[in-house]
């Protein structure tokens, strides 16, 4: 549970950075930059040789999705909402992990079909302002790279602990890689190279921020941590970040909010995660 909370901590302070300081470059960009700064620190420990071709190609699969799909969708929410709106939709994160083990179970849980109308209420409680159409986009992209997030933990958690002989930081790299092509295709698709003759001296210091330690580090620890919990302690930790985050969010970076619906919609995502969380653990 220590590299669940060490990973939490790191991440707590991205969602408010990357509001502020990194906005006004192409999403693609950013989230190819940061998997492209983390990959070299773990890619001296790979040890590929002997893995087999079939489990390098699942390693990839999972950071291909787990990394590269989330982090296209989740950077690219913060166009269209702010950075504790961001961090509050993560919450359902769990609940993507139930519905996940539904679909392999091939079983239908009206349970977990009622949080996630639950937790979609509490969602258009915080929404519920003039103009904020728009910022139904970022909710639905955190959605998108929530269920990401979710699949991915989940299948490395499986195949860490179908091979036990595997060592996390000597693979880790290989999920990196994965996620380094898909970031690269979608930011050479939108142009977003163009960006990196526009970043600051500042910009660069968040891009080491961003990539080497919230990346690079976190997610190591996250991944690691993820093999070594329970099913209902992972669920937990998912949402650790969500109360820092948003208290990073509204106090050292002053985002504006309206308490009463963030707490009201809030509060109704959080019930509906720890729903769900709950059930995960029985």
């Not at 937790?119 to 258009?124: I, K, N, S, V």
Request: glycine share 12%.
């Amino acid at each position: 549970m220590r590299s669940l909370l060490a990973a939490t901590l790191l991440w707590a302070f991205s969602f408010g950075l990357i509001k502020r300081h990194l906005g006004g470059l192409d999403p693609n960009f950013v989230a190819a930059m940061r998997l492209l700064l983390a990959l070299p620190l773990f890619l001296p420990l790979l040890r590929a040789r002997g893995l087999g071709a079939g489990l390098v190609a699942r390693l990839l699969a999972i950071g291909a999705v787990q990394y590269g799909l989330m982090y296209v969708g989740y950077i690219t929410a913060f166009q269209f909402a702010a950075a504790h709106e961001v961090v509050l939709y993560t919450v359902l994160t769990p609940l993507y992990v139930a519905l996940i083990c539904d679909a392999y179970a091939r079983r239908f849980d009206a349970v977990n079909v009622g949080l996630a109308a639950l937790a979609a209420a509490g969602a258009a409680v915080i929404q519920h302002r003039e103009g904020a159409g728009v910022a139904w986009l970022g909710f639905l992209l955190v959605q998108l790279s929530s269920v990401c997030f979710a699949w991915g933990q989940s299948a490395y958690r499986r195949l860490r602990r179908e091979q036990t002989d595997l060592r996390d930081r000597e693979v880790i790299a290989l999920l990196y890689l994965g996620g380094v092509v898909v970031t690269v295709i979608a930011a050479t698709a939108s142009g977003g190279w163009a960006t990196l003759t526009k970043v600051s001296g500042t910009q660069w210091l968040v891009f080491a921020y961003l990539g080497v330690l919230a990346t690079g580090v976190g997610f190591y620890l996250w991944n690691r941590g993820a093999v070594q919990v329970g099913a209902g302690a992972l669920a937990v930790a998912n949402n650790l970040k969500v109360p820092l985050g948003v208290l990073v969010a509204l106090t050292i970076f002053d985002e504006q909010a309206d308490l009463v619906r963030l707490g009201i919609g809030g509060g109704l995502m959080v019930v509906a995660a720890a729903v769900a969380s709950r059930r995960g653990a029985a």
